[in-house]
């Protein structure tokens, strides 16, 4: 399994320091939405070139355009690029079609969507790396949320996935346990007084 680090961070000045702390222990770097929506692209552009042998993750949570906001994050440097779950076949479909032509790939986020084992096995059909068992950060802070139903989905979908939104310490076994390719860890990292140190951790508790 492998571990991502989620940059929820605003700056490329605050990204390119954290993951100059945490690069070491991850294997994909994520700069979150709210990161590319508060520099724009060139944050990509910066992270790649700081990181040439990671697999930059930029979470663009595209829901229309799929092939042109794709391709344009692919130019400006990454190797893999969200596109919701919740979009028309029609977008993904053009997100994948700007992957291949790059030689990258497409994730597809199922934050919002109600039956998340049935919509991963059909993006997957469409040509997605993977899809993005994800619960967004507001909805870790409703009421009733429970982290297990993530697991259970990606464990029934039967395709490849990734896990995110409350993965920790506490969780990350159980992530592991559940078959997902990688797992997210945003919060757990950049939230924690030695970011080195607790990215460490989630690596070691990967077996
Ligand atoms: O994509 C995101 C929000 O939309 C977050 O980066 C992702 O959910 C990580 O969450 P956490 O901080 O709980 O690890």
Known sequence: MKLQLAMDVLTTA???ALAGKVAPYVDIIELGTPLIKAE????VTAIKDAHPDK???ADLKTMDTGELEAGI???AGADLVTVLGTAGDSTIIGAVTAAKEHGKGIVVDLIGVADKATRAREVTALGVEFVEMHAGLDEQAEEGFTFQTLLTDGANSGVAFSVAGGVNASTIASVQQSGASVAVAGGAIYGASDPAAAAAELRAAIV
């Not at 724009?40 to 944050?43: T, V």
Request: without cysteine; charged residues 15%; glycine residues 8%.
């Open 73 to 75: 994050a692919f130019a």
């Open 14 to 16: 605050d990204a390119l």
């Open 40 to 43: 724009g692209l060139r944050a």
């Open 55 to 57: 697999i930059v993750f």
